[in-house]
């Protein structure tokens, strides 16, 4: 039996994992539960924890896994993930080659080449996105929607209570738009690309990091372009 607490979080952390194949930060479920302090959250967590409902991944920051649902929560728990799973593999593994006569339906699980437009910053920004490195193997149910996509090498550890290490390659679908809560790409002042959570306030734009040493950066928003959205992640070991 959970108390209301713990089944109020739960669907949360459920709800996020569904919505955006990433889990809540603990400041996040803090607000969401209207609670004072993360100290709550953290035994919220555990008592999940030794109750079946959840897993915690060791040795991955913000790493949460359903394992169950109570009665009445919805179908099926969304899947382990290591920050980003079901859109995430770990190192260089793309899916086979795409072999003749496959229906448009098939061809999403065979591999796609994607651009390696360069370095962008999870740390402080780097220069703006601007030619291509090199390609990179992607598996195809890790694009979506049909729009372009391109990859970029990560730099930094200001993201790293989002499952974004240093190293890893990021795929970003292209977009100018954005809702808050989605991790982007951002242009700043036409000069500076970094990798930030993105949140609008009025005429304001805040870059968030997921990581507590770094500040959140706000800007008027006619100096930040949104210039992509992430997708998945490839893991770098």
Request: glycine share 8%; proline share 7%; no cysteine.
């Amino acid at each position: 039996m959970l108390t209301k607490k713990q089944r109020d979080l739960l669907a949360f952390i459920h709800t996020r994992l569904q919505k955006d194949g990433v889990p809540p930060s603990f400041d996040e479920m803090k607000d969401a539960l209207d609670l004072r302090s993360k100290s709550g959250i953290h035994r919220l967590i555990t008592a999940l924890e030794e109750r079946g409902f959840i897993r915690r991944l060791a040795h991955r920051a913000r790493a949460i896994e359903i394992v169950k649902l109570p009665e009445g929560m919805g179908a099926a728990p969304a899947k382990p993930m290591g920050g980003f799973a079901p859109k995430v593999i770990d190192g260089p593994h793309p899916s086979p080659a795409k072999p003749a006569n496959v229906t448009p339906e098939e061809v999403q699980v065979y591999a796609r080449e994607l651009p390696v437009m360069g370095r962008i910053a999870a740390g402080v920004p780097i220069e703006a996105i601007s030619h291509v490195h090199h390609h990179v193997a992607v598996p195809g149910q890790m694009l979506s929607g049909g729009k372009p996509h391109y990859a970029l090498e990560v730099k930094g550890d200001s993201m790293i209570e989002a499952g974004i290490n240093d190293g890893d390659v990021v795929i970003i679908r292209e977009t100018q738009t954005a809702q808050n809560g989605d991790i982007v790409v951002a242009l700043i002042e036409d000069e500076e690309a970094t990798l930030k959570t993105f949140r609008r306030n009025g005429s304001s734009i805040a870059l968030e990091a997921a990581n507590p040493a770094y500040e959140t950066r706000v800007f008027p928003d006619d100096l930040v372009k949104v210039q992509g959205r992430l997708v998945g992640l490839i893991r770098s070991y």
